[in-house]
């Protein structure tokens, strides 16, 4: 069975920290591994990963894959009050009748 | 306008009712999904639909069934509703690439 895991599940920080999200998975036949930000509404995407090593990057967003290691990790720096959401993982597997499978995700807060 | 819609945004109903939520898109994509989505457990795939005749039963399947009426309608039913399928029902679309268009949500509250 696919499994996706999130750590940790909440994290609470002060305007201006640097935050890392993980991500961790077993699934078979990897295809490749999302982010998402959920507010109060639908998740909306940030990232799509599917090589190793190759970091991606919008603003102060940034994630990368390990893809020996089977995790991710999404990185925020200087924190503001917007980000506080819940981050959601998901991870795309099998072969033409893919399916992704979501992680719990983290809920951050971030205080002013 | 939005790509994804989904209606109701919110219902409330009584155990034992037949249920329909209904999700249209104008993106054009083959593939459509509907997920829940309980506080702590993430989204949980229900069914999916990767053209009008393939139907595909996800995790958490039982107790719910779907109508893929064209491509751009995905309908999920409830054919007799329980209160622990109270939760938030996303409908979603991608294509080939992976990224998935997430509608707005609805809100089902079983009594």
């Known amino acids: 069975e696919d499994k996706v895991v999130q750590s940790p599940l909440s994290l609470v920080v002060h305007e201006g920290d640097t935050v890392t999200l993980n991500c961790s998975y077993e699934?078979?036949?990897?295809?490749?591994l999302l982010w998402y930000k959920q507010e109060k509404k639908a998740p909306t995407f940030l990232f799509m990963l599917?090589?190793?090593?190759i970091e991606k990057k919008s603003g102060r967003l940034s994630s990368i894959l390990d893809k020996k290691e089977l995790f991710s990790i999404l990185n925020i720096t200087a924190t503001q009050t917007g980000d506080s959401a819940v981050y959601l993982c998901?991870?795309?597997?099998?072969?033409?009748?893919?399916?992704?499978?979501f992680g719990k995700g983290t809920l951050l807060t971030v205080n002013p | 306008d939005a790509d994804v819609t989904q209606t109701p945004r919110n219902r409330i109903t009584k155990t034992g009712k037949r249920i329909m939520l209904e999700c249209s898109q104008t993106k054009g994509h083959d593939r459509m999904y509907w997920y829940r989505q309980d506080p702590g457990l993430g989204l949980r795939l229900i069914y999916y639909?990767?053209?009008?005749?393939?139907?595909n039963k996800g995790e958490i399947s039982d107790g719910y069934s779907v109508s893929r009426q064209a491509q751009a309608k995905f309908s999920l039913s409830l054919e007799s509703a329980i209160p622990n399928q109270t939760a938030l029902y996303f409908c979603?679309?991608?294509?080939?690439?992976?990224?998935?268009?997430f509608g707005p949500g609805t809100r089902l509250t079983v009594l």
């Open positions: 998901a991870v795309v597997s099998g072969g033409s009748n893919y399916k992704l499978t």
């Open positions: 639909s990767f053209d009008v005749k393939d139907i």
């Open positions: 599917t090589s190793s090593g």
């Open positions: 979603a679309t991608s294509d080939p690439g992976f990224e998935q268009f």
């Open positions: 699934v078979t036949n990897f295809r490749s």
